[in-house]
């Protein structure tokens, strides 16, 4: 099984699309990796293999993209599978509720009671394992060499897909989860300069807005039950620094141990106490609109909150700023991928889907609108804005670190326990008890 946790030198990450430097990075983006020197006969490049084409017939495809972006993102790749597959009728089975902490619960019925959908949303590296273990998904390495996936996408997302020498799934975007979204307006009428590399440079500035009273500090949700895990992945990062922040997903309760596990909860904490008190009654949609409403000056977000800004016709960088979330300078990264299922009932339309997953085309026409940037190291860059052009080059030179809210670094099982024990926390405040089920859950992590 391949490294979840791995970290990139600075070195190893710059070379992911193949460069030296970030402006590189985005060259290189922009047209096909360095190609080797020629040989005196080339090679010929493996020609796809004749896959049947569907003639009708249906599909399934099962997510948890309801919101602003992420709906308009998958439309724009069925849109795409429809214009090569005609006559293929799509069936949208989303599940609403982020990170698909609803999604995965319906899903787990369907999986065990023999009906599954044909193709599924599911995060590359550790959560993979759980449909892998559940011998829930067909191998899909022949499939990737053959659609030549295995040469447009970087190396250290290669490694993340396989499992037990096999890829398993076709990845559509990667994701940023450690970002903060401000309201530049907000921020300049308080007096306050966009700018907290630290922890202490945030909560001064939230110390300033909660002082003047005119906007709630920082928007937290906790609706959909992994606001509160997503801010906290951010807080463990800046607290415990990349490499022993990775530590944190080994399976063991080795690094919840340490006295920087309880400073995180402290931090979280105090973090809440300049939020909204209705958490709970939000979900991170609504924490971003209150941002980009002006209701609120800032919120911790995976930038999945960018696509929501996107789809609401505002513009990054004028209408809404981001940073890297305070302490940290890493990129924390996921990836959504889609499986085939075992048995699944349209494998001729399922395959068709996973092609367009995979493709320049799929991806350009979802991940601009997504707010992610593609998987492939060849997408069209005049389709990509400002915010998603920085974040291709931070990707390609950034330290990285696997999100455990989103799957990167951790199983299902450990999701589960790692969202509802942050959930509970947020309306019981008992770093106590949150710290003993953090504890308690670090060996779900191995199942
Ligand atoms: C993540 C997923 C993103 C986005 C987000 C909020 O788990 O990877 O694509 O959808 O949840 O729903």
């Given at each position: 099984m391949s490294d979840f946790n791995q970290k990139l030198t600075r070195r190893q990450a710059l070379k992911l699309f193949g460069m030296g430097a970030a402006s590189a990075a985005l060259a290189a983006c922009a047209a096909p990796t360095a190609q080797p020197a020629q040989p005196a006969q080339p090679a010929q490049p493996a020609q796809p293999a004749e896959q049947p084409k569907p003639s009708g017939g249906k599909l399934e495809i099962f997510s948890w993209w309801t919101n602003g972006g992420e709906a308009d993102g998958l439309n724009a790749m069925f849109e795409v599978y429809l214009q090569k597959n005609p006559g293929v009728e799509i069936i949208n089975a989303t599940v609403?509720?982020?990170?698909?902490?609803?999604?995965?619960?319906?899903?787990?019925?369907?999986?065990?009671?023999?009906?599954?959908?044909?193709?599924?949303?599911?995060?590359?590296?550790?959560?993979?394992?759980?449909?892998?273990?559940?011998?829930?998904?067909?191998?899909?390495?022949?499939?990737?060499?053959?659609?030549?996936?295995?040469?447009?996408?970087?190396?250290?997302?290669?490694?993340?897909?396989?499992?037990?020498?096999?890829?398993?799934?076709?990845?559509?975007?990667?994701?940023?989860?450690?970002?903060?979204?401000?309201?530049?307006k907000v921020l300049a009428e308080a007096g306050i300069e966009p700018k907290f590399p630290t922890l202490d440079s945030l909560f001064a500035a939230l110390d300033k807005l909660k002082a003047q009273g005119k906007v709630i500090p920082i928007a937290v949700g906790g609706k959909d039950k992994f606001e509160a895990s997503h801010t906290f992945e951010s807080i463990l990062l800046a607290t415990f620094g990349v490499d022993d922040y990775i530590k944190l997903w080994d399976g063991t309760d080795a690094m919840w141990q340490d006295p920087?596990?309880?400073?995180?909860?402290?931090?979280?904490?105090?973090?809440?106490?300049?939020?909204?008190?209705?958490?709970?009654?939000?979900?991170?949609?609504?924490?971003?609109?209150?941002?980009?409403?002006?209701?609120?000056?800032?919120?911790?977000?995976?930038?999945?909150?960018?696509?929501?800004?996107?789809?609401?016709?505002?513009?990054?960088?004028?209408?809404?700023?981001?940073?890297?979330?305070?302490?940290?300078?890493?990129?924390?990264?996921?990836?959504?991928?889609?499986?085939?299922?075992?048995?699944?009932?349209?494998?001729?339309?399922?395959?068709?889907?996973?092609?367009?997953?995979?493709?320049?085309?799929?991806?350009?026409?979802?991940?601009?609108?997504?707010?992610?940037?593609?998987a492939r190291t060849d997408p069209d860059l005049s389709k990509y804005d400002d915010y998603l052009k920085a974040a291709i080059a931070d990707f390609g030179s950034k330290p990285l670190v696997p999100s455990a809210a989103h799957g990167a670094s951790t199983t299902n099982a450990y999701q589960s326990k790692f969202h509802n024990t942050l959930e509970v926390f947020s309306s019981d405040l008992d770093e106590k008890s949150a710290l003993e089920s953090l504890k308690e859950a670090a060996e779900a992590n191995n199942r």
């Open positions: 609403a509720g982020g990170a698909g902490t609803n999604a995965k619960a319906v899903l787990q019925t369907r999986l065990a009671g023999g009906q599954p959908p044909d193709s599924w949303q599911v995060h590359a590296g550790r959560e993979t394992l759980s449909y892998v273990n559940a011998g829930q998904l067909e191998p899909l390495t022949q499939f990737f060499t053959e659609k030549g996936f295995d040469k447009v996408m970087p190396q250290f997302l290669l490694d993340q897909l396989k499992i037990n020498g096999e890829i398993w799934t076709v990845p559509v975007n990667i994701h940023r989860s450690n970002v903060l979204w401000y309201n530049p920087r596990a309880a400073e995180a909860l402290s931090t979280l904490k105090r973090l809440f106490s300049y939020s909204n008190s209705d958490r709970s009654a939000q979900g991170w949609a609504d924490a971003m609109t209150m941002v980009l409403e002006g209701k609120a000056a800032m919120t911790i977000m995976g930038d999945w909150a960018h696509g929501l800004g996107i789809s609401k016709g505002l513009k990054v960088n004028q209408d809404y700023g981001w940073m890297p979330a305070p302490g940290s300078d890493a990129f924390m990264w996921l990836s959504d991928s889609f499986g085939l299922a075992k048995g699944a009932p349209n494998p001729v339309q399922a395959r068709a889907w996973l092609e367009v997953c995979g493709s320049r085309e799929g991806q350009d026409a979802f991940n601009p609108k997504k707010g992610s940037i593609p």
